[in-house]
């Protein structure tokens, strides 16, 4: 358990750094994939006004919404947080 929490909390530091290039990430791939906040919100399950929050960066997603992210575009966890750049 402790382990996962680490994890966690090393992704949350990570994206906490990068955040304004998550934001222009995201942006980008939903552009590329004709999504607005309500259509990303639907295919990872969250809100939509979470989705506004994040693109304003007047939030963080938490863990689970990055991967479903990552996984709804096809790109790596790293990619979007910004942590490399593909």
Not at 25 to 41: G, Q, V, Y
Not at 61 to 73: G, R, S, T, W
Request: charged share 20%; aromatic share 12%; with cysteine.
């Amino acid at each position: 358990m402790g382990n996962s929490l680490y994890i966690v909390n090393l992704i949350d530091n990570l994206f906490m750094r990068n955040q304004q290039k998550f934001i222009t990430r995201l942006k980008k791939l939903m552009d590329e994939n004709n999504d607005n906040n309500s259509t990303l919100a639907k295919k990872i399950g969250a809100s939509n006004q979470a989705v506004s929050m994040w693109l304003l960066g007047q939030g963080d997603p938490k863990f689970v919404y990055i991967e479903n992210i990552a996984y709804c575009y096809d790109v790596s966890i790293d990619y979007l947080t910004g942590k490399e750049d593909y």
